[in-house]
């Protein structure tokens, strides 16, 4: 179930105060030093001239031997992400608001855990990570180095539920996160390159699929840096007029915030950005209170576009090259930082511009005034358990399985009838729906009907917050059932998002047409894996897909929709993380779905005939059957 923190949706009611902006700054640059830190620093973390060498026992200055021999990671899109995280703190410490945060571009990874480092939960489940120089080393090299810890806002970082190494599903994860979750705010940062991906592209409309009385708020923040790895992005090469356009077309009132390409105070840009924020956030809380009254027109929801440098606050030029604000800055701005003076040089003034001994106290802890303005408790961006849904998930209410079972089979014999068996499961979760109307959905790109769910509609309708004229079919501003958009990608992401914060729900789409998921279904199993090996990440309910529109059914739609590869792509990952179930008839699919959907930390494939087919097992075989089966 979704859990209310906080005292959500309440307007601040007076101006930011300075010393929480200071507070902010503070926050940004420790962050940022923290960042440039885990790129390039092996030892001597605070750039002390007395440093002892810990292979020589030789004191000496810091020099070229404390950086990494391989330099890995990624500073472009950090210190933007660095940026608003500390906005982010802020507003959920003043408004008292719950909120999680998304990270869309995944190369940010420093900042995720910077910001878990910063919020105090990552000493929390690392012990290890001590408050101190010893620490902070520690914190410093296990970042994307062997045996420590990935690049990416992963897994092993509290707060994350969302990695975008593979980019293009910040907004779908976003929006599945609110779904039932009325009290959630999701700031959820969008990659400018992210932006040009299709699944991206797509998940604009989502918007379309929420309802602000039932569900939470996201707040789309894009990225504009203006750069990919090598190339400008499109978003940031068209006039401010086609990008608002854009956005006011896709359902949003864009605000846009410009900084960091001249010379203004950092303080003047935090003052602006807050201002920015609250008269943001001012008018999300009117569509929350609008939305408890009869007015169910669907509002223009606030975004921000957030134009800044790339690479903002490194070396303006190196060697000669732009670097802020150029492609350059992507990846690892000073390659030869270990092997040239001069490039060392560089990377000694860069991290002393962050001014460390403001940051840190001199046994390398971090100061109180850096992180005094910040949320505590559950309200912590690492802490929230909407951010690690396995804290919040409730068993499912679940009709007797029994109640469902085609019982001719036991009266008649092996071979009876012609059922379909996916109508029967409609059956059970529409009781499913009944019993759980606010935890379990079902997700399909329009093929519901198709797929012989028919009774599921008897509980509910599909969800859709656009027009809806009187000769529409079962829509609903509040339907439980998404299947009014036509996007795989789309259903995937927020069912994920949906479990990821603690719910339930199944995936049901044809065989051949679930390949175009095949990625996020990979990378959604590589999530559990990791989630498997870290004991403070609670279980969370199982991805299920349910595969229809069988290859051998399909012969009246010929080739292209004969594809049964899915199984294959599932088969190749660890038995850890996924199950494959092939039901030969109605009552081995209503037994199989019910195990899967009791199921923790797994991905579900079941391969089921929406087609009538013959019956073959009893209920009383079939769970006879399975238990054998789970024995194995």
């Known amino acids: 179930m979704a859990k209310t923190l906080g005292t959500p949706w309440q307007k601040l009611g007076h101006e930011v105060l300075a ?53 890995v990671g990624h500073w472009g899109t950090t210190p933007g992400i660095n940026f608003l995280f500390g906005h982010v703190n802020r507003l959920i410490a003043d408004h008292n608001q719950n909120a999680i945060f998304l990270m869309g571009p995944g190369h940010g990874g420093p900042a995720g855990t910077a910001q878990s480092l910063l919020d105090g939960t990552y000493r929390e489940i ?20 062997p045996g420590g810890i990935p690049s990416h806002y992963a897994p092993e970082t509290p707060g994350s539920i969302h990695e975008g190494g593979e980019l293009g599903y910040a907004l779908s994860h976003a929006y599945g996160a609110v779904m039932n979750n009325p009290s959630l705010f999701v700031p959820a940062i969008v990659g400018d390159g992210e932006a040009e991906t299709g699944p991206l592209a797509t998940g604009w409309q989502s918007n379309k699929l929420i309802n ?40 949003y009132e864009p605000y846009e915030f410009v900084a960091g390409f001249d010379n203004e105070d950092h303080l003047s840009i935090h003052r602006r950005f807050a201002e920015l924020f609250e008269t943001v956030f001012d008018e999300i809380c009117d569509i929350k209170a609008a939305a408890q009254t009869d007015d169910m027109t669907r509002p223009f929801y ?14 303006k030029f190196i060697d000669g090259k732009k670097t802020e604000g150029s492609w350059r800055s992507h990846q690892v701005p000073l390659a030869s930082a270990r092997d040239t003076e001069a490039h060392f040089e560089v990377l000694k003034n860069w991290l002393e511009s962050y001014k460390p001994e403001e940051l840190f106290d001199e046994n390398g802890a971090v100061k109180p005034e850096v992180t005094a303005f910040m949320p505590t408790g559950e309200l912590r961006i690492g802490e929230n358990p909407n951010a690690n849904g396995g804290r919040i998930r409730e068993e499912l209410k679940l009709p007797k399985l029994e109640d469902y079972e085609v019982k001719e089979v036991a009266e008649y014999g092996h071979g009876w009838g012609q059922l379909e068996a996916t109508r029967r499961l409609g059956v059970y979760t529409r009781d499913i729906i009944k019993n ?11 093929e519901s009907m198709s797929n012989r769910l028919y009774k599921a509609f008897e509980a509910t309708n599909r969800d859709f917050n656009a027009e809806i004229i009187p000769t529409d079919d ?43 998921v095949d990625s996020m279904a990979a990378q959604h199993a590589k999530w559990l894996k990791v989630c498997n090996q870290l004991s403070w990440r609670q279980p969370i309910a199982s991805l299920n897909f349910i595969l229809t529109s069988n ?18 792509h599932i088969a190749n990952k660890k038995a850890d993380v996924v199950r494959m179930y092939l039901p030969p008839d109605t009552n081995c699919l209503l037994s199989c779905f019910d195990h899967c959907i009791k199921s923790k930390n797994y991905v579900n494939a079941i391969v089921a005939s929406k087609h009538p087919s013959y019956q073959w097992l009893s209920m009383e075989q079939e769970i006879g059957r399975a238990s054998c089966r789970e024995r194995v």
């Not at 750069?227 to 608002?244: C, Q």
């Not at 921000?304 to 606050?313: D, H, L, N, Q, Y």
């Open 212 to 251: 602000p009385r039932t569900d939470g708020i996201v707040l789309p923040i894009l990225h504009l840096n203006g750069y990919k790895i090598a190339n400008p992005t499109i978003l940031s090469r068209i006039s401010d007029e086609e990008l608002h356009e854009f956005f006011h077309g896709m359902g």
């Open 436 to 446: 759980n109307p606010d935890s379990f959905r079902i997700f399909g790109p329009d």
């Open 474 to 516: 079962c829509l609903a501003k509040d339907g439980r059932i998404m299947d009014s958009y036509l996007s795989e990608h789309m259903c995937e992401g927020w069912l994920e998002g949906y479990l990821l914060t603690g719910r339930h729900g199944f995936f049901a789409s044809y065989e051949a047409f679930i390949r175009v």
């Open 126 to 145: 690392r012990p290890d990570i001590t408050n101190d120089e010893a620490g902070l080393q520690k914190f410093f090299r296990q970042f994307s180095y």
């Open 302 to 315: 606030p975004m921000i576009i957030f134009r800044t440098p790339k690479g903002w606050t490194c070396p």
């Open 19 to 71: 010393s929480e902006l200071e507070g902010v700054d503070l926050y940004w640059r420790a962050s940022n030093y923290l960042s440039v830190g885990q790129i390039y620093l092996r030892s001597n973390p605070l750039m002390r001239s007395d440093f002892v060498d810990e292979k020589t026992g030789e004191t000496r200055d810091f020099g070229r031997p404390d950086v990494k021999h391989r330099l």
């Open 551 to 568: 290859v051998w059914q399909q012969d009246h739609n010929g080739f292209t929709h004969q594809d049964p590869g899915f199984l294959d």
